[in-house]
């Protein structure tokens, strides 16, 4: 079955950009049938959507992030990625991605990565 | 952007309960609610799609309803397995939004 597992740095200073990976196994990025997200989740809080791409290399993003957001996809790897410039303290949080099928739900995740910006 | 609200934030509960919770949008969203259940330190997992649909390999005893603006998740009986967050999600248009959850714990 499909599994996604997320890469990259676990720390990122201030004003960097954090650049994040997901790796999808057993299965294709390119099946058509799906879309590809990232989420994340601040420290004891509620998920936070990021945005999505297909593998077209279409992409929709959150408005609150777009104007430090980019989304894109190497179907040649199987992966996808995340780059968030000028990061704060505030982005610190666990960031998922999943899949989302043709209705619309995020029916497999990765395990999820933490990632903390601090000096 | 479509808000989303949950009720109640928290609830306590004992095993064999029947257990209800409410998430309702800030305009309507026809039935393109999911419902994510989240342990802690791991992954959502998602629960139902589309309000109505049991994701393959959920028990029986969840259960969605609700169209529009108002929507209910049920767990006819609370098993252990159950306590966690749970968490509604629209996905009618972007940004996808979630609803703040629903923490179900143990009386």
């Known amino acids: 079955q499909v599994q996604l597992q997320e890469s990259g740095p676990g720390l990122v200073k201030p004003s960097q950009t954090l650049s994040l990976t997901c790796t999808v196994s057993?299965?294709?990025?390119?099946?058509?049938?799906?879309?590809w997200n990232w989420i994340r989740q601040h420290p004891g809080k509620g998920l936070e959507w990021i945005g999505h791409i297909y593998d077209s290399g279409s992409t929709y993003y959150n408005p609150s992030l777009k104007s430090r957001l980019t989304i894109s996809v190497d179907t040649s790897k199987n992966q996808f990625s995340l780059k968030l410039s000028s990061v704060t303290a505030a982005d610190t949080a666990v960031y998922y991605c999943a899949r989302v099928t043709g209705d619309h739900s995020m029916d497999v995740w990765g395990q999820g990565t933490t990632v903390t910006v601090s000096s | 952007d479509i808000q989303m609200t949950q009720s109640p934030s928290s609830l306590s509960a004992s095993v064999g309960d029947r257990v209800t919770i409410t998430c309702r949008a800030s305009q309507s969203i026809s039935t393109y609610l999911n419902w994510y259940q989240q342990k802690p330190g791991k992954a959502p997992k998602v629960l139902m799609h589309?309000?109505?649909n049991l994701q393959s390999g959920v028990p029986s005893r969840f259960s969605g309803s609700g169209s529009g603006t108002d929507f209910t998740l049920t767990i006819s009986s609370l098993q252990p397995e159950d306590f966690a967050t749970y968490y509604c999600q629209q996905s009618y248009n972007t940004p996808f939004t979630f609803g703040p959850g629903t923490k179900v714990d143990i009386k």
């Open positions: 057993g299965g294709s990025i390119s099946s058509g049938d799906h879309y």
């Open positions: 589309a309000t109505f």
